[in-house]
Each structure stands twice: as structure tokens, then as C-alpha cells.
């Protein structure tokens, strides 16, 4: 079969091969497709048929594919089928001829709008595993860091910073890591960027960690109580660092009543209770214990669960005062439903049962 036979064949908008296609297509070489990759790379048989091809082709077919389809490679990682084409070229591609993918891409100033799509994404990420060279990290780098906070912020951008963060050196992702420190506040406060924040900070280190870490510090009042600032604060106190736990129990001190009655904020208390020690959890207890409505707190929704946790981590003279509260209210919290799971947690953790002694 020629190539003009070919073309009258897939010159049709079917999606289905007619039947005499179907049956003769394994006779075809690539060397008969020449001029047909395009079209073929964006047809949901053909795409198919055509990474079967490419899997066992000779240098030479891969250069007649790559040259067909180099110009085009920025709409292929975009298209349904086209992008697993693309990526399959990634695959089989040279050095340099991955490098001018990448340029390509980066010519058409497409790279950050493609890693906030899907299918461009997954296409990025399978370049990303195929550099070789320093020259490619560089320029991928030098391209991307721009749009780091529109990245951060969205579900397929995320992986593509991930990806950096965790297979390229803190000097590779020097100008990332800056972005993300100038826009803590924005990336801690958002779904996909709170993610993106913490493995920033488990992969960084020396002074670019020391600025994320000073910029979480600098706004971890407002973080505690953000749906999604909290994990960034909580994920910070886990690493257990001495100077970084005693600067956020510093910015918390006066605010842990308020952080107790809050959703999220109550969390945060929780893990600075048992991610700190005694001597830390022990203050903290007592400036509950001080505050003037702290037995609000044992029938509160968020509240109790805090105060459970005080009791826990709590010793000597600081636990008596806990248990005292709790038995002088008990009678309150008999008919509340928060301030009944705080006495179920003495009859069952401490074996005391204030009902009883009431």
C-alpha cells in the first residue's frame, strides 16, 4: 500500500479504520507513513498504532518521526491522544533532540499554561524524567519559576513543582524555592499549595529552608486558623526543630484559648502539646487554666479535644488542676454532648470516673 493510498484511507473523519485498513495495517513500515505522523499522532487508532511502531523503530525512523512532529509538539502534549505520542517521542528521542523539545515548548511560551493542564502535565513530567543535562534542568527552571505560584495553587501544577523538588538540587530550584518563600502566605493558605509548601520544606535546606521556615513563623498566627494553613504550622512543629518551636509558641503565646475553640485552630494546639516538651506543653496548659472562661472549653466542639489532650500529655500539679476542673464542672457536662466525651476519656485513659465522685 503507497502513501497515497494512505492518505485517501485516513483522509476520512471516521473514527473507526475501515475494515480493509484494519486488517493490512501491519504491513505497513513507517517508512510508508512518512508525512502522516501529524494526523496519526491525533487519531485515537492511529495514536496507538503509532507508539507501537515507535517502540522497536531504527535511529532513522526516529528521526523521520521526530522531524514530522517537532514543530507540533507543544498542541500533541495538549491533545487527548496526541500526548501519548508526545511522550513516547520524549522516550525514544536523542539528547539533543529532547533538549529542542523542550526549547520548543519554551519558545512558545506554553510551558507554564501546559503544566496547569491535565494531559500537559503528565507530558512535562515524562520530559522532566528524561533530562540528562544540566543544560536541560536549567532551562526548564529558568522558564518555570515564574508562574511558581500559579503552580503551587493548582492540582496538576503541583506535581511538576514536586517533581523538581524531589529529583533536582536546592540550587536547580533556587528561584522556585524564592517564589514559593515570597508568596508563603498565598501557597500555605490554599488546598494544592499547603502540600506543595511542606514538601518544600522536607526537601530544601541551609538558608533557603531557613527563609520558607522564618516566612510560616512570620504569619503562623493567621495559618493556625486557616483550613489549610494549619497543616503547614502542624507539619513545622512535627519536624521538631528546638529554635523553630520555641519562635512558634512565641508568636502563640495569649492566642491558645482562642486557637482551642477554633476548628482548625485547635489542631494546632493539640500538636503543640504533644510535639513539644514538658516544659513547653506545661505553659501552654497553664494559660488555658488562667483564662477566665477555660471551662468553656470542656463543652466546647473543638475545645474538649484539647483539654482530653492536656490531660494526656499533662503531669503533678498541672494534671491535678486539669482534674480538678473537670470535677468541679462535671455535673455541667453530664448534659453535654462535648463535655460527656471528656468524661468518658477520664473513666477510660485515667480511670476516674467524676460522675460517681459528684
Same mark, same amino acid.
Given at each position: 500500500?503507497?502513501?497515497?493510498?494512505?492518505?485517501?484511507?485516513?483522509?476520512?473523519?471516521?473514527? =473507526?479504520?475501515?475494515?480493509?485498513?484494519?486488517?493490512?495495517?501491519?504491513?505497513?513500515?513507517?517508512?510508508?507513513?512518512?508525512g502522516?505522523?501529524?494526523?496519526?499522532a491525533q487519531?485515537q487508532?492511529?495514536?496507538?498504532?503509532?507508539?507501537?511502531?515507535?517502540?522497536?523503530?531504527?535511529?532513522?525512523e526516529?528521526?523521520?518521526?521526530?522531524?514530522?512532529?517537532?514543530?507540533h509538539?507543544?498542541?500533541?502534549m495538549l491533545?487527548?491522544?496526541?500526548?501519548?505520542?508526545? @511522550?513516547?517521542?520524549?522516550?525514544?528521542?536523542?539528547?539533543?533532540?529532547r533538549?529542542?523539545?523542550?526549547?520548543?515548548?519554551?519558545?512558545?511560551?506554553?510551558?507554564?499554561?501546559?503544566?496547569?493542564?491535565?494531559?500537559?502535565?503528565?507530558?512535562?513530567?515524562?520530559?522532566?524524567?528524561?533530562?540528562?543535562?544540566?543544560? @536541560?534542568?536549567?532551562?526548564?527552571?529558568?522558564?518555570?519559576?515564574?508562574?511558581?505560584?500559579?503552580?503551587?495553587?493548582?492540582? %496538576?501544577?503541583?506535581?511538576?513543582? @514536586?517533581?523538581?523538588?524531589?529529583?533536582?538540587?536546592?540550587?536547580?530550584?533556587?528561584?522556585?524555592?524564592?517564589?514559593?518563600?515570597? %508568596?508563603?502566605?498565598?501557597?500555605?493558605?490554599?488546598?494544592?499549595?499547603?502540600?506543595?509548601?511542606?514538601?518544600?520544606?522536607?526537601?530544601?535546606?541551609?538558608?533557603?529552608?531557613? =527563609?520558607?521556615?522564618?516566612?510560616?513563623?512570620a %504569619?503562623?498566627?493567621?495559618?493556625?486558623?486557616?483550613?489549610?494553613?494549619?497543616?503547614?504550622?502542624q507539619?513545622?512543629l512535627?519536624?521538631?526543630?528546638?529554635?523553630?518551636?520555641?519562635?512558634?509558641?512565641?508568636?502563640?503565646?495569649?492566642?491558645?484559648?482562642?486557637?482551642?475553640?477554633?476548628?482548625?485552630?485547635?489542631?494546632?494546639?493539640?500538636?503543640?502539646?504533644?510535639?513539644?516538651?514538658?516544659?513547653?506543653?506545661?505553659?501552654?496548659?497553664?494559660?488555658l487554666?488562667?483564662?477566665?472562661?477555660?471551662?468553656?472549653?470542656?463543652?466546647?466542639?473543638?475545645?474538649?479535644?484539647?483539654?482530653?489532650?492536656?490531660?494526656l500529655?499533662?503531669?503533678?500539679?498541672? =494534671?491535678?488542676?486539669?482534674?480538678?476542673?473537670?470535677?468541679?464542672?462535671?455535673?455541667?457536662?453530664?448534659?453535654n454532648?462535648?463535655?460527656?466525651?471528656?468524661l468518658?476519656?477520664?473513666?477510660?485513659?485515667?480511670?476516674? %470516673?467524676?460522675?460517681?465522685?459528684?
Amino acid at each position: 500500500m503507497n502513501s497515497c493510498g494512505l492518505m485517501d484511507g485516513l483522509g476520512s473523519k471516521k473514527s =473507526r479504520f475501515p475494515n480493509w485498513l484494519k486488517d493490512s495495517m501491519n504491513c505497513w513500515s513507517l517508512k510508508d507513513l512518512r508525512g502522516m505522523m501529524l494526523y496519526m499522532a491525533q487519531n485515537q487508532q492511529w495514536s496507538r498504532y503509532l507508539q507501537c511502531k515507535m517502540d522497536g523503530c531504527t535511529d532513522e525512523e526516529k528521526n523521520w518521526i521526530f522531524m514530522e512532529l517537532i514543530e507540533h509538539v507543544g498542541k500533541l502534549m495538549l491533545h487527548p491522544f496526541g500526548n501519548y505520542v508526545a @511522550q513516547k517521542l520524549v522516550e525514544i528521542c536523542s539528547e539533543h533532540q529532547r533538549t529542542q523539545i523542550l526549547q520548543k515548548v519554551i519558545e512558545t511560551n506554553s510551558l507554564v499554561h501546559m503544566c496547569l493542564n491535565n494531559l500537559g502535565s503528565r507530558s512535562i513530567q515524562k520530559l522532566l524524567k528524561h533530562f540528562t543535562t544540566q543544560q @536541560q534542568i536549567s532551562l526548564f527552571m529558568y522558564a518555570l519559576s515564574p508562574g511558581t505560584l500559579a503552580l503551587c495553587k493548582d492540582l %496538576n501544577g503541583q506535581h511538576v513543582i @514536586q517533581h523538581c523538588l524531589m529529583h533536582f538540587s536546592d540550587e536547580d530550584n533556587m528561584h522556585l524555592l524564592n517564589e514559593v518563600a515570597n %508568596n508563603c502566605l498565598k501557597i500555605a493558605t490554599d488546598r494544592s499549595g499547603c502540600c506543595v509548601l511542606q514538601k518544600c520544606l522536607k526537601h530544601c535546606k541551609g538558608a533557603l529552608k531557613e =527563609r520558607l521556615v522564618a516566612g510560616i513563623i512570620a %504569619n503562623a498566627l493567621l495559618l493556625a486558623e486557616d483550613q489549610y494553613g494549619n497543616y503547614v504550622v502542624q507539619y513545622l512543629l512535627e519536624l521538631r526543630i528546638q529554635q523553630v518551636t520555641k519562635d512558634l509558641l512565641r508568636q502563640f503565646k495569649g492566642s491558645y484559648f482562642i486557637f482551642s475553640s477554633n476548628k482548625f485552630g485547635s489542631n494546632v494546639v493539640e500538636k503543640c502539646l504533644v510535639e513539644t516538651v514538658e516544659e513547653h506543653s506545661a505553659s501552654i496548659i497553664i494559660e488555658l487554666l488562667t483564662d477566665p472562661k477555660c471551662s468553656m472549653l470542656l463543652i466546647d466542639p473543638y475545645g474538649n479535644f484539647v483539654i482530653q489532650k492536656a490531660l494526656l500529655v499533662s503531669k503533678g500539679y498541672i =494534671r491535678n488542676a486539669l482534674l480538678e476542673l473537670v470535677q468541679s464542672n462535671s455535673p455541667m457536662m453530664t448534659s453535654n454532648l462535648y463535655g460527656r466525651k471528656v468524661l468518658t476519656f477520664c473513666q477510660k485513659e485515667l480511670n476516674i %470516673n467524676f460522675r460517681t465522685r459528684c
